[in-house]
């Protein structure tokens, strides 16, 4: 069992910026991708981004290149999102996911979510 616990959601404004950290506990030997995924009211889960815990490799949807940042703490097993410049089309329910590659994340372990909600 791997446990994925959020944190640092919250309420801001447009243009402002949030951290979101997710810190990984349990069997997480053979998990090599963690990310983020966020679903907001009425839409499906989507991917945000993801890490590859061996080598740092990156993925990004597009509506966040150039504003969003994931990085990863091997020693402390935590992966960050740093969020800038946030618009209200980011409000929704962030979900980290840990997985063996990128493509099987979603087959993996997940967080219980957070909520991120951006007025305008």
């Known amino acids: 069992q791997v446990q994925l616990v959020e944190s640092g959601g919250g309420l801001v404004q447009a243009g402002d910026s949030l951290r979101l950290s997710c810190a990984a506990s349990?069997?997480?030997?053979?998990?090599?991708?963690m990310g983020w995924f966020r679903q907001a009211p009425g839409k499906e889960r989507e991917f945000v981004a993801s890490i590859r815990k061996s080598d740092g490799t990156t993925y990004y949807a597009d509506s966040v290149k150039g504003r969003f940042t994931i990085s990863r703490d091997n020693v402390k097993n935590t992966v960050y999102l740093q969020m800038n410049s946030l618009k209200p089309e980011d409000t929704a329910v962030y979900y980290c996911a840990a997985g063996y590659t990128r493509a099987t994340m979603r087959q993996g372990s997940w967080g219980q979510g957070i909520q991120v909600t951006v007025s305008s």
């Open positions: 349990g069997r997480t030997f053979g998990y090599n991708a």
